[in-house]
């Protein structure tokens, strides 16, 4: 795990997303594919668990395959050589990785961290959401003041405006459980044909009782997609080596999440001014605190989430570049890129939604500062309203005395639309 001096907060998204789960994601791929092979009568009966057993006994070294992954251009050629060892070497060591090509176990275990990934920020959104939903509900009629291109504009509701951050939320929880449940498989042999898969296929190993015990062999994309079900990925129907919307597709759900949240903090760096003062977070003991002011608390929740925020796009930019520079069937560069750039993005996702969640949880809203911001714009908040009584003689007057409480249009049907949603979603 990274220690992340520069990057504050990230521990939790390394420990999901960190070059151990990488490595423990490569050595599930390697197992699991034994395992089909072993079952359809591929490779010897019980092998898969005999190998699983060795690798439980005598853990891979982290430090030692990252740095042979030099010698090859990738960690899998070590990783298959450590592997291969724990079987003790001979013809059981050639069925490790048997078929397969680097690429298909890189891939593949990134999905598997990806999956993970994506599970751990869908739990920091419906925390999230549940909270923006409550906020909506408890000021679904705090009228505070609107405010466009920096400036004073109509009145809204504090539960309109939660409730617009609640309905971001709830996009970006679409976006990750759609992404995560498309990941797929990446299985294709040395340039995409499968032709080594049915080198595998056909290798019939005699006295297993398997489906491919020296009669029939089965056919290597039944292969790939058992592959899949057995690490809980789907098979696309083809390799996707240089075809890589499946890698953009993650880093632009990732970004998108890190958006949307980045968007919430922003208001909420905003309004927490001391000028403003309308929201504030809700900082545990020694949050916030400054290296020479003893006075403040700096929103730092707000700072790190939209920090994230900044960094995201460009990050699933670079994997779209990547995308479009994939050559031939193997990619001399991009496909490399990829790899500490999705991790980033993985682990800044992570991160990044597991503290939004706990700045929405923790958000003090001051609807006291917000009434008397109201009172000191005043009427001016109603030109709106003035304008438009005035330019029709049919157009509806406004009445005597009227206020910013009785010009806020559809704002609690928006919001109580809002968290219907979220609560038929997520069934809460």
């Not at 509900?137 to 920096?150: C, M």
């Not at 980045?262 to 208001?267: L, Q, Y």
């Not at 409480?405 to 049907?413: H, K, M, Q, V």
Request: contains cysteine.
């Amino acid at each position: 795990m990274r220690s992340g001096l520069l990057q504050p907060g990230t521990a939790r998204g390394y420990a999901v997303a960190g070059d151990e789960a990488v490595l423990a994601a490569l050595v599930a791929a390697e197992v699991a594919w034994l395992g089909v092979l072993s079952e359809n009568g591929c490779a010897p009966a019980g092998l898969a668990e005999t190998f699983a057993g060795a690798v439980e006994a005598q853990p891979l070294d982290l430090a030692s395959v990252a740095a042979r992954g030099a010698e090859g251009g990738n960690p899998v050629i070590p990783l298959v050589d450590d592997l291969r060892a724990r079987v003790g070497g001979g013809d059981a060591a050639r069925f490790v990785h048997r078929g397969l090509t680097s690429q298909d176990v890189l891939d593949t275990a990134l999905a598997l961290v990806a999956s993970d990934a994506l599970e751990d920020v869908a739990g920091s959104l419906r925390r999230a959401g549940d909270a923006l939903a409550a906020h909506a509900e408890e000021h679904r009629t705090t009228v505070t003041t609107g405010r466009t291109l920096t400036q004073h504009a109509v009145p809204i509701t504090f539960g309109l405006k939660a409730s617009q951050w609640l309905t971001s939320v709830e996009e970006a929880l679409g976006e990750v459980e759609t992404c995560r449940a498309e990941l797929p498989v990446q299985c294709g042999g040395a340039a995409g044909t499968l032709a080594g898969v049915g080198v595998a296929a056909q290798t019939a190993v005699r006295g297993t009782g398997a489906p491919g015990d020296g009669t029939t062999h089965p056919d290597p994309l039944d292969l790939a997609g058992l592959w899949a079900e057995r690490l809980g990925l789907s098979w696309p129907g083809a390799p996707w080596h240089t075809r890589r919307r499946p890698v953009t597709r993650i880093g632009d759900t990732l970004a998108a999440v890190v958006s949307a949240l980045g968007h919430v903090a922003t208001d909420v760096a905003t309004l927490s001014r001391p000028e403003i003062a309308e929201l504030g977070e809700g900082l545990a003991p020694g949050q916030g605190r400054s290296s020479t002011m003893p006075h403040k608390r700096n929103p730092v929740l707000s700072v790190l989430v939209r920090a994230a925020g900044l960094q995201a796009g460009p990050l699933a930019g670079l994997l779209h570049q990547c995308a479009a520079l994939a050559v031939d069937e193997r990619s001399d560069g991009a496909w490399h890129a990829e790899w500490p750039t999705l991790q980033r993005l993985l682990v800044l996702a992570v991160t990044t939604a597991d503290q939004a969640a706990t700045l929405v949880e923790g958000l003090a809203v001051d609807a006291d500062a917000m009434a008397a911001r109201v009172a000191v714009v005043g009427d001016v908040s109603l030109s709106e309203w003035r304008g438009l009584s005035l330019d029709l003689a049919a157009s509806p007057q406004v009445p005597e005395g009227a206020g910013a409480a009785d010009y806020l249009g559809a704002s609690t049907t928006l919001t109580d639309d809002a968290v219907r949603r979220w609560r038929e979603r997520t069934h809460r």
